[in-house]
């Protein structure tokens, strides 16, 4: 993030009192923010603006917050999302991180609340290595250091190149230790829109990445597996989670 600018955040609530009341309190806390209230009005907008943080509602008219948030997915737009849910839409909630939200707030939250899981999201998200090539960020995993400026691992004298599937998988990984990243989620962090590749491709680049990395990678410790949901970085050795 550009220090020099406020953050840009983009709110999409189609309930004009509740979308006031959000944008005013965050503008009040020195956040550049724009008010939509359409789906629709996003997507259109994505096309021109990078916002910093989409605060987008689920219970939209006509397309709802989870399709849009789909959509941006799949042309592989990693603009970190705040899902708004309704508590009636449990299932949309879950299925909303599944889809690659960064976070979810239940109606009725306090502004505060908002405030606090959107500055944690910037912050967890504000690194994006693609992007940035020229970042000196390294990560420890097991014996080796992950330097994703260099695209390689590295443990001592040895040096392990990795690909680019491989590469944008343990960064997307190592960018939310302990957050389990579903497959379809680590698929748009790691191609490009209209690239041809599929969820195999992202299990066999893990495969790859454990046969370095794990000691024993039948049981593996730092890349783990979420059954049914994907996959996690644990930056410490733990057991299993499943
Ligand atoms: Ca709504």
């Given at each position: 993030m550009d220090r020099a600018r406020p953050p840009h955040l983009v709110v999409v609530e189609d309930d004009p009192a509740l979308r006031d009341m959000v944008c005013s309190y965050l503008a009040q806390q020195h956040f550049d923010v724009t008010g939509l209230d359409s789906a629709e009005a996003l997507l259109q907008r994505m096309q021109r603006t990078r916002p910093d943080l989409v605060i987008l509602?689920?219970?939209?008219?006509?397309?709802s917050g989870l399709d849009a948030c789909v959509k941006l997915r799949a042309e592989g737009d990693r603009v970190p999302i705040i899902l708004l849910t309704a508590r009636c839409e449990e299932i949309d909630r879950v299925l909303g991180l599944e889809m690659g939200a960064d976070d979810y707030l239940s109606k009725p939250f306090s502004a505060r609340e908002l405030l606090a899981r959107a500055r944690a999201v910037m912050r967890r998200t504000a690194f994006t290595p693609i992007a940035a090539p020229d970042s000196d960020e390294a990560v420890r995993i097991g014996d080796f250091v992950f330097v994703m400026a260099e695209r390689c691992l590295r443990r001592g004298e040895e040096v392990r190149v990795l690909s680019t599937i491989e590469c944008a998988l343990l960064t997307e990984l190592a960018s939310h230790p302990g957050t389990t990243l579903s497959r379809e989620r680590l698929l748009a962090a790691s191609h490009a829109p209209?690239?041809?590749?599929?969820?195999r491709a992202v299990d066999a680049a893990m495969v790859r990445l454990r046969r370095t990395i794990e000691p024993d990678p039948a049981m593996p410790r730092y890349l783990q597996t979420v059954r049914g949901h994907g996959y996690v970085f644990v930056p410490r050795s733990t057991h299993a989670l499943a």
């Open positions: 509602d689920v219970g939209l008219p006509r397309m209209g690239d041809d590749i599929s969820l």
